[in-house]
C-alpha cells in the first residue's frame, strides 16, 4: 500500500507544518510523524494520509522520537 513519495493535501501540509514550527520537530521527528501517519491510514484502508491520521501521529510524538 505505502509508496515512496506521500501526498499531503494542502489542509494535512499546513497541519504538518505548524506542528513542525510550534513543535521545533527535527526532521527526524517530521519522518517519524509521517510514518506513524501512513501506518495509521493503512490501518484505516485509506489511500491517502488524512488530518486526522496525522493529528493522531502527533499525539505519540514523544513516544516515537
Do not use: C
Request: hydrophobic share 40%.
Amino acid at each position: 500500500m505505502g509508496s515512496q513519495f506521500t501526498v499531503l493535501s494542502p489542509s494535512s501540509e499546513a497541519l504538518l507544518q505548524a506542528a513542525t514550527k510550534r513543535l521545533a520537530l527535527t526532521a527526524r521527528s517530521y519522518d517519524h510523524i509521517l510514518r506513524t501517519a501512513r501506518t495509521i491510514a493503512d490501518l484505516s484502508n485509506s489511500e491517502r494520509i488524512q488530518e486526522a491520521h496525522l493529528a493522531e501521529a502527533l499525539t505519540y510524538r514523544r513516544s516515537l522520537g
